[in-house]
């Protein structure tokens, strides 16, 4: 149901379960995601950045998405700098994901992580993971900048994202 924009709470009363439970539950919980494919055409990689408790503790989300299926194929966690923009790169070869070509903003710390792969800069070639941003922000609450629904533990905030992301990839959102 957070999958859907609805928080801990509304998730609690519309199944008559205490919100202690559909938090263990979501704690649980279990969804990765695994590319679908092991060589796409082109990545487009972007970042997207949320907050934990406060908005003064940001949490940067990048990733990496293929518009033409509309699918999640890697992503990490971390500060908006060139060590995490290093882990996706890593994240994708330990996936043994490649791709023809990639495609990001022009962005510092994406242009040196991806050094060596053929590039194709602008917001012009990001549309399509663009477009995701708005579907997360729309479809998860704790996302969005100005909300009273948010993640009090980086832990819960992670597993959240990693439901949203399975139902996307999957074709439930």
Same mark, same amino acid.
């Given at each position: 149901m957070t999958a859907r924009g609805c928080g801990i709470r509304d998730i609690a009363v519309i199944t008559s379960v205490s919100i202690g439970k559909v938090l263990s *539950?979501?704690? !649980? !919980?279990i969804y990765k995601i695994i590319p679908k494919k092991h060589y796409y055409e082109r990545l487009e990689v972007d970042e997207f950045w949320t907050y934990v408790y406060r908005k003064?503790?940001?949490v940067w989300l990048i990733y990496a998405y293929d518009r033409a299926t509309n699918e999640i194929v890697a992503y990490v966690w971390g500060k908006r700098d060139l060590k995490t923009a290093k882990k996706l790169r890593a994240?994708?070869?330990q996936l043994k994901v490649s791709y023809g070509s990639v495609s990001m903003d022009n962005w510092d710390s994406f242009l040196t992580a991806f050094? %060596? =792969?053929h590039k194709q800069v602008g917001k012009q070639h *990001?549309? %399509?993971i663009e477009g995701n941003n708005c579907r997360l922000r729309h479809r998860l609450?704790?996302?969005v900048r100005k909300t009273c629904?948010? !993640?009090?533990?980086? =832990? /819960?905030?992670f597993k959240a994202f990693d439901l949203v992301f399975f139902y996307? /990839?999957?074709g439930y959102v």
């Open positions: *539950t979501l704690g !649980s !919980s003064k503790r940001k994240r994708l070869k050094k %060596g =792969d *990001t549309v %399509g609450r704790r996302a629904c948010f !993640s009090k533990k980086l =832990d /819960n905030h996307i /990839n999957h």
